[in-house]
């Protein structure tokens, strides 16, 4: 469909991992797990643009471990905001891709099926975000003591990639920044435009504690 450019963001704290070191540098068998996710989207398409926005305190620390590892998939390093929202908005102004897509740093599970189905159903689309079925039970908060049963079969699990035609993000990310934006669709959405699913793969888990990173282990040895 055209040329891809891919965000990857890397700004996350280690809070419910109880790490002082950022989430996303993390190692797996001692590789951080930002690196794993860079090398699924390279290796999905070599010719993709990829853009890792990372904070101005961390980028020193991201050069060493780009060293010390050999990396050598190429890649931008841009200085991430206060907000998603600042620091995705900083990256788009270098990307050049038809598509872009933008990806959370450490789910470095994705699958390229899940990839190739968010851009294929751009074709018809203006975005495209890969979710999955709840399969727990669901409960709504009613009030500060109690709890109602809900639907689970009326919601959805949203996952990242979450892929735009390249005019569409940019017209999104023209909006204020607001505190109730939680990810690039719901900007999307807030401009005007619908949002299209697919299937995600449930491995595709975004790791925020050890358990999360437990389970990466298991896909990564």
């Not at 305190?57 to 780009?66: C, F, G, P, R, T």
């Not at 841009?78 to 908005?89: A, L, N, P, Q």
């Not at 018809?124 to 639907?151: F, M, N, Q, Y």
Request: overall charge neutral; proline content about 4%; hydrophobic content about 35%.
């Amino acid at each position: 469909m055209g040329t891809l450019s891919v965000i990857i963001t890397a700004g996350g704290i280690g809070k419910r991992m109880n790490s002082s070191l950022p989430k996303q540098f993390i190692r797996i068998f001692d590789k951080p797990i930002l690196m794993y996710t860079i090398e699924k989207f390279y290796h999905f398409d070599p010719k993709s643009q990829i853009l890792v926005t990372i904070p101005e305190d961390w980028k020193s620390y991201w050069e060493e471990l780009v060293i010390e590892q050999d990396f050598r998939i190429p890649h931008r390093v841009v200085t991430g905001g206060d907000e998603r929202y600042h620091s995705i908005k900083n990256a788009i102004h270098y990307c050049y891709g038809d598509i872009i897509a933008v990806h959370d740093g450490v789910r470095p599970l994705v699958t390229d099926e899940t990839i190739q189905k968010c851009i294929a159903k751009l074709r018809k689309s203006d975005a495209v975000v890969p979710v999955i079925s709840v399969v727990e039970s669901l409960r709504k908060r009613e009030s500060k003591s109690g709890t109602v049963a809900v639907d689970r079969s009326e919601y959805l699990i949203v996952q990242t990639p979450q892929c735009f035609k390249r005019d569409v993000l940019e017209k999104a990310y023209a909006l204020d920044y607001h505190s109730k934006i939680t990810d690039d669709a719901g900007l999307v959405e807030e401009a005007g435009y619908s949002i299209s699913t697919v299937e995600g793969n449930p491995e595709n888990v975004k790791i925020t504690t050890q358990a999360d990173l437990k389970y990466a282990e298991l896909f990564l040895r």
